[in-house]
């Protein structure tokens, strides 16, 4: 071939010749980049040979020694180094050596004379580098073919090496992570094991003692058995976010939302689950408080005037669903402004506080009582008619009649019903207004330490919006 009279020339320090196979590549065709590190012509132009019959689509470089291999490859990269092998005046283990701590991920097949020496064998052993003797070299596609699939296998091998420790390391993270418990279930959702973490969430001095009390009173409740096998994509074994309840030790509530995977056996039959377990009781119980906050009025307690709202919203929407009446109570503390020039605004801010208290104590459980805005309060009775609601009106002025607490308070009251009053929120609102003032204008005096409550009457109540029909 080409390159053989130039290598005798000595034209191969250029380290620039290329070789390559003549004839059409067939469909089985491999392409192959050689650097071959040999001072025999002969031997270099019979590995050509050898590829060419072996429909190998070689593109190659050659050289004399180590140090320009070494070069060369700093400026190129080779699927696989052929190399001359001779292992004489003892210094074949060293550059065996040198090439083994160089080319480590490197396909290396070295051409020797006869039988291997003892280190070639040994390197060979341990899967480090390939050699053919020369009268066999036939061997070398073959030889060729098989270092390429061990350095691929080599290569595969590291990075998942190197993808289990970084699992294993996030995994060990994990679980060593004082914030996720985890557990672990067999297929038919059995408790097997948990990490210390959960043992801490749920209050136990150890996971033998978990274990053991979860087999009494199964505190986590079987998978296959609750809400969390609900959750779980058949395909994939994968458990979707969902949130449960669990008992501590102490009897308390521990919410926790958990989600996991499937897994499996060496011969990947499904195994069973891995669960994490994020405690979010306090999140909970912080996302309640601010929703009672943001429903609520600061000062009383009561529902605010968004809430009220909402409620009557939702009332007349049941009413119109079932038929079913409810009645609106309007309620204004009488005399605020004198309290609070005669007695302070701390006094003002108490007296509301006393007419939310009763206004409390006579409501049901269905019922929703509001602070409307400044003195005016409100009630909402469900599936209760303008009668029955002005009984409660009563109640409210005879609770507050006996207060001892001072100064003596009274209220003025206004009822509607809903439908026969009003058919919005607006006109309902509308309406128990109109009869409260109503009550309020009927009163002797509006000068709470001169006079006593005014008694509220479902009578004249119920006059009032006969008189507006």
């Known amino acids: 071939m080409a390159f053989t009279s130039r290598l005798t020339r000595g034209e191969v320090h250029s380290n620039h010749v290329r070789v390559c196979s003549e004839g059409t590549p067939s469909h089985r065709s491999r392409p192959l980049r050689a650097l071959f590190v040999h001072r025999d012509a002969d031997a270099i132009e019979a590995c050509a040979q050898e590829f060419e019959k072996a429909q190998f689509t070689v593109s190659s470089d050659c050289v004399l020694n180590l140090a320009q291999c070494a070069e060369q490859l700093r400026s190129r990269s080779y699927d696989v180094i052929i190399a001359e092998y001779t292992g004489s005046h003892g210094k074949g283990s060293q550059v065996l050596q040198l090439l083994h701590q160089t080319l480590q991920e490197m396909a290396v097949i070295f051409l020797t004379p006869g039988l291997g020496s003892k280190s070639l064998l040994e390197l060979t052993a341990e899967g480090s580098f390939e050699y053919v003797e020369r009268e066999h070299i036939a061997q070398l596609p073959m030889v060729v073919r098989r270092a390429l699939n061990h350095k691929e296998l080599r290569k595969e091998l590291a990075e998942a090496k190197k993808a289990l420790r970084h699992s294993q390391s996030f995994y060990r993270a994990l679980e060593d992570n004082p914030t996720y418990g ?178 409390a104590d006579c409501c049901r459980s269905v019922d929703t009582a509001a602070r409307h805005g400044g003195d005016e309060f409100a009630l909402v009775l469900p599936e209760t008619g303008p009668t029955a609601a002005a009984l409660v009106g009563r109640r409210i002025c005879e609770l507050l009649a006996k207060d001892t607490e001072k100064p003596p308070l009274s209220v003025s009251i206004g009822v509607a019903g809903y439908p026969q009053n009003a058919d919005t929120i607006g006109t309902l609102l509308y309406a128990a207004d109109r009869a409260l003032y109503a009550m309020k204008a009927n009163k002797p005096g509006s000068r709470l330490s001169a006079h006593s409550p005014y008694s509220f009457s479902e009578d004249s109540n119920a006059e009032f919006h006969e008189s507006r029909e």
């Not at 978990?210 to 409740?221: C, G, K, P, Q, T």
């Not at 929703?291 to 968004?306: E, K, P, V």
């Open 182 to 359: 985890i557990y672990r279930c067999d297929g038919e959702g059995q408790l097997l094991d948990v990490n210390q973490t959960l043992v801490t969430m749920l209050g136990y001095a150890s996971k033998e003692q978990l274990l053991a009390a979860n087999r009494e009173s199964e505190i986590i409740a079987n998978s296959r058995n609750s809400s969390l096998f609900a959750s779980c994509i058949p395909e994939t074994k994968r458990i979707e976010a969902v949130e449960v309840e669990w008992k501590r030790k102490d009897a308390t509530t521990l919410k926790v939302r958990l989600s996991g995977r499937g897994v499996y056996d060496d011969h990947g039959n499904f195994a069973g689950h891995e669960i994490i377990a994020v405690d979010v009781t306090e999140q909970r119980t912080l996302e309640d408080q601010l929703r009672h906050q943001a429903s609520s009025d600061s000062l009383t307690g009561l529902a605010n005037h968004r809430r009220l709202f909402e409620v009557l919203h939702a009332e007349i929407c049941r009413t119109k669903r079932t038929g079913r009446e409810f009645s609106l109570l309007l309620l204004d503390l009488d005399g605020l402004k004198w309290i609070n020039d005669q007695f302070g605004h701390q006094v003002g801010s108490r007296a509301l506080c006393r007419l939310a208290e009763i206004v």
